[in-house]
């Protein structure tokens, strides 16, 4: 009811605005708290919006605008022609996690400008919820626009100061980099998101939601603007950056305000800025735990390539599935299966119809179908994007055909057609096909090298998880992730959704195989290893949410290995997730909810830590049967990552426990109903 009174209010609001004498200039939107205010002005024909939360500015008033080819730059000589609200306050239900339930609950302001010289009517779509806002352009059908180009997008994000930020650097092409921890002033030139911390530690992160069929946007700070970015998107290879023709409508562009670091990672508004649903029968899409012949590749003792050390051999697959099959993880993917891999950089190179001569496609299909797992296709394009787009069709068809329900793609390679880029709206448009077509053949996506998570899975939740991030293959031959890198990515590159980091290597020292590591990818491969200890390998698991969840190691890892325990019994099927602790880039703790089963994960950077959880999301009157993965007393991820114990408890609601992780360490918990 409260609710209701004040959406009226509002709408008041704005009518008396729009009766105003001297024409409307000035609207106001406020979240449905009323905490989050959205000022949008026209001051002599410029357009602006401003942010505030409480008392606060978190934007300065910032231009909005663009230029276009045929117009030039449209950022002056608006009118603001008229305003209406509207508010929304639904519980919607997705297939699968991290939460099933969400609340989408805001205030919509819609703004109609015209520019005065050329009659071209721009609409603004603002909306507040009371942990963000977003907004986005719409160009109406009109006389005045048909087919455009844009050159520029010229919004502004003018933040209130030197905030410190988490940022990668922009790239057209990868989004695998080390995170940067630095003042906002540091951050020339960045891709979303990108999160600050003020100084008195509210949060803000700048992203963008439903990026359909335009280019991915880039950060570029002013020089003359102390603490101001523009939007700088990815261009075409004509040097345009979107093409399209009216009615026509923009990504979000969208702003994140929470008091504390956690409650960023628990909100739903990217989401929620999505379109619903629009895969009718959804019981296909399922959530699972998988495994690959995949980390052998990546620390050489196995190939892609066909030869004496060639990973995708049937007999190898079948012992994958053997060991899949007995310890509850749902499905495999098998790269290196099809033929193309020594011409991996060409064009035209792989193709997605045929196997490896040591490779039996329909015997491994059925193999893994009598076995009850899942295979996993694997597409690698090498980033030909143009040639894929050609086999699309007939390779779905094949997977259907053998029941296989989820396929891996990949695009490592610099992308054809020659001279477009990963993160622009050729490849916007070309990932978006590669969803919409693999809905029609029933296949779910894992996408690597791919565009930013931006809240697609609400819309077309077959798009299940992505890399987009400097995830676990860097371990094996690079410098590696170090131990915080995993504590930046919950509250950066995951607001945008589930990542295919990839997490469970055991093996953290990369010390245990019989064959001979060749280098593939790196000169010398004698410093490689994972950056942490095992037990905050398997808090990973819960920490860095994919529905689509690796057990990343080989394994031969895994036979036998007492830890293996934790990833037989998660159940990545998560109901619902809470955030109990967090600071950037410093520690997390979250727990989530399969059915009656809560999972814990706990993770630190270089620094060890105890930290207090309070166990107050079980149900009252329950009793719950407990095992967790600790580090050991002498655990450190540097010296000593292999020490790890495994402890059983009892626990009730409302208990406190203090979790001890060592330097680069964490803890998993299990927790059952007895
Ligand atoms: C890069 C992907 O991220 C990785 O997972 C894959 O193994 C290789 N490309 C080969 O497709
Ligand atoms: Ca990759």
């Known amino acids: ?43 002599d024909g410029v357009p602006t919006y401003a942010v505030h939360k409480d008392s606060k500015v978190v934007i300065k008033p910032s231009r909005l605008g663009f230029e276009l080819k045929a117009s030039g730059k449209l950022d002056s000589q608006f009118k603001l022609l008229g305003a209406n609200m509207e508010s929304e306050n639904t519980t919607w239900t997705a297939p699968w996690g991290p939460d099933k339930t969400i609340v989408s609950n805001f205030n919509h302001l819609g703004i109609r400008l015209r520019h005065q010289s050329t009659g071209i009517l721009i609409d603004i779509a603002f909306r507040a919820f009371n942990d963000g806002i977003g907004f986005r352009y719409q160009f109406p059908e009109q006389n005045n626009l048909g087919e455009f ?5 010229l919004t502004e994000f003018s933040l209130a100061d030197n905030h410190q930020s988490w940022w990668i650097e922009a ?49 570029q700070q002013l020089d003359d603007r102390p603490n101001t970015f523009v939007s700088a998107l990815v261009p075409w290879a004509d040097g345009s950056k979107v093409k399209g023709s009216t009615p026509f409508m923009t990504p979000w562009r969208t702003i994140l305000i929470t008091d504390n670091a956690a409650q960023l990672v628990e909100s739903n508004t ?6 619903p649903n629009k895969i009718d029968d959804t019981s296909w899409i399922e959530p699972m735990k998988y495994m690959g012949i995949w980390w052998g590749m990546h620390i050489g003792t196995e190939t892609w390539v066909e030869g004496d050390r060639h990973g995708a051999t049937t007999e190898n697959t079948k012992r994958y599935i053997d060991f899949a099959s007995k310890h509850n993880v749902g499905g495999l993917v098998v790269e290196g299966w099809n033929s193309g891999w020594d011409k991996w950089g060409a064009k035209d190179a792989f193709d997605h119809l045929t196997s490896a001569s040591d490779y039996d496609l329909e015997e491994v299909a059925a193999y893994a179908k009598a076995n009850n797992v899942e295979l996993i296709m694997h597409h690698e394009t090498g980033g030909d994007a143009e040639g894929y787009e050609l086999l699309m069709e007939p390779a779905y068809k094949l997977c259907q055909q053998l029941g296989i329900k989820a396929l891996k793609t990949g695009y490592a390679g610099g992308i054809y057609p020659r001279g477009e880029h990963h993160h622009g709206q050729y490849m916007v448009r070309h990932y978006q096909k590669v969803v919409e077509t693999a809905a029609k053949y029933g296949i779910m996506i894992n996408a690597h090298e791919p565009i930013k998570a931006t809240g697609k899975r609400r819309t077309w939740p077959n798009m299940m998880t992505r890399e987009g991030v400097r995830g676990m293959e860097w371990n094996a031959w690079s410098d590696g992730n170090p131990p915080s890198h995993t504590l930046i990515i919950p509250f950066t590159r995951m607001l945008g959704g589930p990542v295919d980091y990839t997490p469970g290597t055991f093996d953290v020292m990369l010390k245990n195989f019989e064959k001979e590591r060749v280098a593939w990818n790196a000169d010398d491969l004698s410093q490689t290893r994972v950056h942490t200890t095992i037990a905050k390998q398997l808090a990973l698991s819960v920490i860095l949410y994919s529905p689509l969840q690796m057990a990343s190691d080989l394994v031969d890892n895994y036979i036998d290995h007492p830890a293996f325990q934790f990833i037989d019994d998660l159940n990545v099927d998560f109901d619902e997730s809470k955030v109990l602790n967090g600071e950037v880039g410093e520690y997390i703790t979250v727990a989530r909810r399969s059915g009656k089963d809560w999972f814990v994960g706990s993770a630190t950077n270089e620094k060890a830590r105890d930290l207090e959880i309070k166990f107050d999301f079980l149900e009252e009157g329950q009793s719950y049967e407990v095992s967790y993965y600790a580090d050991g007393a002498k655990a450190h991820w540097l010296t000593n990552p292999d020490d790890y114990t495994i402890l059983k408890a009892s626990l009730r609601k409302g208990d406190q426990w203090t979790l001890k992780l060592a330097p680069g360490g964490g803890q998993a918990i299990v927790i059952k109903e007895k």
């Open 1 to 43: 009811m409260k609710y209701l009174q004040s959406s009226i209010s509002l709408s008041l609001l704005s009518i008396i605005i729009l009766l105003g004498s001297c024409g409307p200039k000035r609207q106001v939107l406020l979240s449905p708290d009323s905490h989050i205010q959205v000022v949008f002005e026209v001051v």
């Open 270 to 275: 990217i989401l929620n800025l999505n379109e």
């Open 149 to 153: 180009v844009i050159l520029d997008e």
């Open 171 to 219: 790239d057209y092409d990868s989004y695998e980099k080390l995170y940067q921890s630095t003042l906002l002033s540091e951050a020339k030139w960045v891709n979303t998101p990108i999160t600050m911390r003020d100084k008195d530690g509210l949060h803000i992160s700048i992203h963008e939601a439903e990026l359909t069929d335009y280019a991915g946007m880039t950060l």
